[in-house]
């Protein structure tokens, strides 16, 4: 009996080379619709599967392949002697190999004008179905769900009977690949159904590149991406110069695009360990930049800059002066291109600056589990705050509260920003105690702090923060409020003419 392969698929690209590989090594071709006229117009001799199932395709290609004719030619054991009899009894012939890719359900859902039917049309049912028959027989049935795999799979069977090994590393794959598939089609109907916290959390994550190492150098990593990424990210980032990434880079500069799409006037982010270490913004992106080294030189130096507009001449001319690790930013003029590309350690990254789609959840792991929350879109505006001392802030004051609030909640918590104008002048950040962040921020802010604002990520617990803003010359403050020993705050901010509001929203960030 001559050896058969079941061709179904998709994604025709190296199809036909393929079957042309199996042809000549002996085997029978079996195909459906599609597969099958494009076997037929290359001048393959292949059969249809209705030959096979001797049932037609029905329900406009719903059903064309699930027939135990199928089933049974695909999971039955070759030497278990049960099995192939009743194989001969009801005159089934055993497919060898299996070369299934499926509908293209993502592609699907990603389009713009994506109906329900029309996604739920390419949710393939038949294929998964064939690939996990195959897979779960990997002893005898060589399954083929990649087309990046036909080479090296002609060239096993032309060597003679793939290893088991071999085998059984392709079925792994199908695995991977139909609970990928399967993941993205859950995750489609929890947003169609607008379903919370369901009962099982499926994720799924494509890996983009192995990473040299995690953390430290004795830590494996990689990079994986969400199956569908619209808007700033690094998975969606073009390098356009300089050496790959590494694990903290990519943290790094992910925390410094967070920060800058806080932003919709010109913003410069410079971020070192995930903090930032200065923010900006001015008319231009130049003026922006400018200020964002100007809040802390010495920091700056080996960090992350993040900018939301196109990076132009004058702003290169700036940004070359100094050793950074990456650049990131909507796009680069050529001539700013060739300004930096002359710096050989920059990293030099595209990516859109905007939210998109982006809406995605946080996820965190902790030993033996994940914790799942929305990522935090909080924002306030002048009119959230309340003012709860008796001096108001001014018109600039509150401009300049609101700046130091956009950053204040991305910095670790218990975190402090001292900020005036357009810059910020000092970040406390990740403290155990908030009196402790704030003295960190007012050194680095120096007599700069004299008149400038504060920013608390969480309420005061007590009075000492103010008091110390008092001493480094604080004219004005924003935190959440909610301590029940606000007032002790309150009376202090009165006592030293401090105007003080309250956001009536937290941000921590741990
Ligand atoms: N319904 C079935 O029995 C069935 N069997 C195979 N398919 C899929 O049909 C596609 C190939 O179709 P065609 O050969 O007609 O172009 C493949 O993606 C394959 O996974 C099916 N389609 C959907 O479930």
């Known amino acids: 009996m001559k050896k058969r392969a079941l061709l179904s698929v998709s994604d025709k690209s190296g199809l036909v080379e393929f079957a042309t590989g199996l042809e000549k090594l002996g085997y029978e071709l079996v195909s459906t619709g599609g597969t099958l006229k494009a076997l037929k117009e290359a001048g393959l001799s292949a059969i249809s599967i209705t030959e096979v199932t001797k049932f037609d395709e029905i329900l406009d290609g719903r059903v064309k392949t699930l027939h135990p004719f199928v089933h049974a030619g695909l999971l039955a054991k070759r030497d278990d002697a049960s099995h192939q009899k009743q194989l001969e009894e009801r005159e089934i012939n055993p497919i060898d190999v299996v070369v299934v890719n499926l509908y293209p ?3 699907t859902i990603e389009k713009e004008d994506v109906t329900e039917e029309d996604a739920i049309e390419n949710i393939d049912i038949g294929g998964p179905t064939m690939l996990r028959s195959a897979a779960k027989n990997f002893q005898d049935v060589t399954v083929v769900v990649d087309p990046a795999d036909y080479g090296p799979v002609i060239e096993a069977l032309t ?10 590393k392709l079925a792994a794959k199908v695995f991977r690949h139909t609970a990928n598939y399967d993941a993205i089609i859950a995750n489609y109907f929890v947003s169609i159904t607008g379903e919370k916290d369901p009962e099982n959390y499926s994720i ?26 619209k808007g700033a990210s690094l998975a969606n980032a073009k390098q356009l110069h300089g050496k790959e990434l590494s694990y903290n880079n990519i ?68 940004l070359k002066d100094i050793f950074l690790e990456i650049v990131i930013a909507p796009s680069f003029s050529a001539k700013a291109l060739a300004v930096l590309t002359q710096r050989k350690n920059i990293r030099l990254l595209e990516t859109p600056i905007d939210h998109a789609t982006n809406k995605d959840k ?22 959230d705050i309340a003012v709860a001392t008796d001096r108001k802030p001014d018109e600039q004051e509150l401009a300049e509260l609101l700046f130091a609030w956009k950053v204040v909640k991305h910095v670790k918590s218990n975190a402090i920003v001292v900020a ?16 402790g962040a704030a003295k960190i921020a007012f050194e680095q802010a120096g007599e700069k702090a ?29 935190q ?29 960030k741990h």
């Open 420 to 435: 005036k104008t357009d810059q910020t002048l000092g970040v406390g950040a990740g403290q155990m105690n908030r009196v």
């Open 159 to 168: 060597e003679g009977n793939p290893t088991s090994d071999f085998r059984k």
């Open 480 to 508: 959440p409020g909610g301590s029940i020993r606000d007032q002790e705050s309150i009376d202090a901010c009165n006592k030293h003419g401090i105007a003080m509001v309250f956001t009536g929203m937290r941000h921590f």
């Open 251 to 318: 943290q790094d500069a992910n925390a410094a695009l967070e920060i800058v799409l806080e932003f919709s006037e010109p913003a410069a982010v410079a971020v070192k360990h995930m903090n930032p270490c200065g923010v900006g913004i001015g008319e231009s992106i130049s003026k922006a930049y400018a200020k964002a080294y100007d809040a802390d030189p010495v920091s700056i130096f080996g960090g992350i800059v993040a900018l939301n507009r196109e990076v132009d001449e004058a702003t290169a001319n700036q």
């Open 105 to 107: 359900f993502k592609q």
């Open 450 to 478: 004299r008149g400038a604002v504060l920013a608390s990520d969480a309420f005061f617990p007590m009075a000492d923060t103010v008091e110390a803003a008092a001493e480094a010359g604080i004219k004005a403050i924003i």
């Open 362 to 383: 946080k996820v965190v792991s902790v030993l033996g589990g994940l914790l799942v929350q929305d990522r935090d879109y909080g924002a306030v505006t002048e009119e």
């Open 204 to 229: 799924t994550f494509e890996k983009v590149q192995t990473l040299r190492y995690g953390e430290n150098p004795h830590q494996e990593a990689a990079f994986y991406k969400e199956p569908i990424v």
